[in-house]
């Protein structure tokens, strides 16, 4: 196993990960509220849990991955105030909240998959797990730790740091200072402290999403069904919990107090956050009006969009960047990205053909052996230090230097040995597939084609009737690809 170390915001400090159970990790992952398309910035969280979930595999742990689905209609506002946002876009759109909630769910599967993000083991759902936050939110007030208010349920924050309760601890949050910054809109002379958060609502009259409950029709509180879900599937105390880093305050230190308050300990022992995707600085959100929807990369139909961009591009943009680190989205660095991309891509295509040759004398040069070994343990020493996605990616290109080099015989197979090409092969494939998920994107309309067609082209070459062989030659290429007329072969590839 692969000495993996990852930033735990709870220590801020980078630890090596050592999960409670031999060879298993559970992880958590918190999932998406599904009342409107998801945006490149949610997209970046996922991908950045897809990556932490790939590398665990690949090293050979076994992942409970269960990353859930924000299905009932919470309100907009963290402090319990606002709207409902599935509500709202239910009555937009004329349609029963459930239907928002569905034609979501599906578009956010959707865009994972065409992205290469691999599903969880499990993803569950806030409205399958009413009766467990009742529940829960029923042993609380037991316990003295929450209490009904006017057909609402609180948690008593005041109480619980009395017991040892350290709220604010995870984000950083000092109680005094909050104090002086909450506004209580929202449940004015019904909360006992300002700072104290919803267990349970009562629903409004106009409020559609509600559940019977022991204090009233309502809907759960927003913070109550990643603590339910999360130690029904993963236990009292689990590896790793994530999300974006908007969601430590409030939403995990609220996890942290419920658990603490439910179960009597700490509920995760890794917690970590990924930064945020900006737009010229700012974050992109929904509500900022900043946002891309994955289909408007894909058709370049955004005013800020100068091209289209293809899914495994924008992942490989993504990449690129350490997950704690702020990307900036520009057309730019995603041309960049681009680029970059057709460049791994044709290494990969390069190198699943490439066969050690059986009728040579192999007369390995020591310096090009460690050239090769040292960047494969490069590309593992960036993502055991906290997943660093850029340091990995800079060895890949240095192993790509050496595919390219044995492709157009400027390196010799006799220069290494058949082991070390074929850990090259293995290497190289593996994390580009297997850790990083980036795979090749053949154009649909050439898809099963290109052998046929580079068939075609050869005999047209042979017989010398140049006017098919530029026609196919224009084929390829306005499908993005080259043909490569080479020494001793003829080949395509992506145009870089
Ligand atoms: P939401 O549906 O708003 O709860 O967001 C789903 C996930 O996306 C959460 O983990 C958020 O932290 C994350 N997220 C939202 N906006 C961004 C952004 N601009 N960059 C990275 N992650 C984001
Ligand atoms: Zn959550």
Redesign the pocket.
């Known amino acids: 196993m692969q000495p993996l170390k990852i930033y735990n915001t709870l220590s801020r400090e980078k630890e090596l990960f050592t999960p409670i159970h031999e060879n298993h990790v559970g992880l958590y992952v ?1 999932g ?2 599904v009342y409107n398309y998801v945006h490149l ?2 997209l ?2 996922f991908t950045s849990f897809d990556i932490l979930n790939r590398y665990l595999l690949h090293i050979g742990y076994k992942v409970r991955y269960v990353r859930n689905i ?1 299905d009932v209609g919470h309100l907009v506002g963290d402090g319990d105030e606002g709207e409902d946002k599935i509500g709202k876009m239910a009555k937009l759109e004329k349609l029963e909240p459930m239907e928002i909630v569905h034609r979501f769910t599906q578009d956010f599967h959707q865009v994972l998959e065409k992205f290469n993000v691999l599903p969880p083991s499990i993803e569950p759902t806030a409205t399958g797990h009413i009766v467990e936050q009742i529940e829960t939110t029923k042993s609380l007030i037991e316990k003295g730790l929450a209490y009904e208010s006017n057909g609402s349920v609180y948690f008593d924050i005041e109480t619980y740091n009395k017991n040892g309760g350290n709220y604010g601890h995870l984000s950083g949050r000092v109680i005094e200072d909050l104090l002086t910054e909450t506004r209580d809109l929202d449940g004015v002379g019904e909360k006992r402290n300002p700072l104290d958060f919803a267990l349970w609502k009562k629903a409004a009259p106009e409020h559609i999403m509600r559940w019977p409950s022991p204090w009233g029709e309502g809907f759960p509180g927003w913070h109550l069904e990643c603590t339910c879900m999360s130690h029904k599937y993963l236990g009292d105390t689990f590896d790793i919990h994530g ?5 430590k305050f409030p939403h995990h230190e609220c996890e942290i107090a419920q658990a603490k308050a439910a179960y009597d300990r700490a509920p995760v022992r890794y917690w970590m956050h ?1 930064n ?3 737009v010229n600085g700012q ?3 929904k509500s900022l009006g900043n946002s891309f929807l994955p289909s408007e990369l894909f058709a370049g139909s955004h005013a800020l969009l100068e091209q289209a961009y293809s899914p495994m591009t924008v992942r490989f943009f993504m990449l690129q960047s350490q997950y704690r680190s702020t990307l900036d989205f520009s057309n730019d660095a995603l041309k960049a990205a681009q680029k970059g991309y057709k460049k791994i891509a044709n290494g990969l295509r390069i190198i699943k053909k490439l066969v050690y040759p059986t009728d040579i004398i192999a007369n390995p040069d020591a310096a090009q052996e460690k050239e090769i070994s040292d960047a494969i343990q490069g590309c593992y020493d960036g993502m055991n230090d906290d997943l660093n996605t850029a340091v990995a990616i800079a060895h890949l290109f240095t192993l790509l230097k050496k595919i390219n080099s044995l492709y157009t015989g400027g390196l010799a197979f006799e220069s290494i040995s058949a082991e070390t090409f074929s850990n090259l092969q293995r290497s190289y494939t593996s994390i580009l597939e297997d850790v990083l998920g980036i795979k090749e994107e053949v154009p649909a309309e050439m898809n099963g084609l290109t052998d046929e067609l580079l068939q075609l082209y050869k005999g047209f070459k042979e017989s010398r009737q140049y006017d098919k062989v530029d026609e196919i030659r224009g084929a390829f290429k306005s499908a993005g690809l080259l043909i490569k007329d080479m020494k001793n072969a003829i080949d395509w590839g992506y145009e870089e």
Do not use: I, V
Not at 243 to 247: H, N, T, V
């Open positions: 918190c998406p509220t910035g949610n970046r969280t924000t999300g974006g880093m908007d969601l990924t945020m995707l900006t974050k992109m959100s």
